[in-house]
């Protein structure tokens, strides 16, 4: 036996043990031989035979589609981070993992922003930008100082759309192949869901370069590093980049930018 699949059988078996059959529907009555629900009641809840539920309790080579798990999920009334578990120990995707994770940023990190005297902003699942700080606004001044009212900013938006773009960012086409690389990367598991699908196709309609770049389907992690602009105000200035993911919400990004004391005297 494997570890996934043991590790699955033993998770479930756990599960079930401590659910208490009152809270399922099941009376529960002083015949019960073993703590928990039995085998044939999780079954009977999922809409599974017994047989295969057993199979995979027994950690036998049984092969557990996304279906079965998300029937399970619901029936064994799983929370956000036992369904994570559940699904990736059946190294399954989550078909509602879109669903179950808000693209609102916390408001404790939110918080945070007002004391960090960098620019820092907080990115969603689609890169639009949730939250940003003074020393942001100031950085783009064209992008997030006076943002569109009602319209979430949005870093690819900005990269291919807006007319400053080209002349802010230096070594744009570098760092515009990159960026659409890494977006490609960071969405990889969830390419199928409406609106990524649509900020694709609005991008590529207004840009042929973003179009160009996303057809070669070239693929990085998300990396930190030097980032150059040429400020409207302030000429040439430069940064380190940093990318953090707070643990509770993994979908979203806190970037920060420290500037570069070398490049900037």
Known sequence: ?????????????????????????????????????????????????????????????????????????????????????????????????????????????????????????????????????????????????????????NLLRFVFQHPSAKQFVVDWEMRARRVVAEFRADCRSHLEEPELKKLVLDLAKASPDFEGFWKQHDVLERQGGQRKFMHPKHGLISYQQVTLRPVEQEQLKLVLLQPDSLANQ
């Open 1 to 153: 036996m494997d570890t996934r699949r043991k590790e699955l059988a033993e998770f479930l078996q756990a599960l079930r043990q401590r659910g208490i059959p009152e809270e399922f529907g099941f009376p529960a009555g002083a015949r019960r031989r073993t703590q928990g629900l039995r085998r044939e009641e999780v079954a009977q809840l999922s809409g599974i035979s017994a047989t295969w539920y057993t199979w995979i309790e027994q950690g036998r080579n049984v092969n557990v589609s996304a279906d079965a798990l998300e029937r399970l999920a619901t029936a064994l009334k799983l929370s956000k981070s036992e369904r994570t578990y559940l699904f990736g120990m059946a190294d399954r995707r989550d078909p509602q993992a879109h669903m179950l994770e808000s693209d609102t940023a916390p408001d404790t990190l939110v918080h945070m922003l007002g004391s960090i005297q960098i620019p820092a902003y907080i990115m969603g699942r689609t890169w639009d930008v949730l939250a940003w700080n003074q020393a942001a606004s100031e950085l783009f001044v064209d992008w997030l100082e006076k943002p569109i009212i009602d319209t979430r900013p």
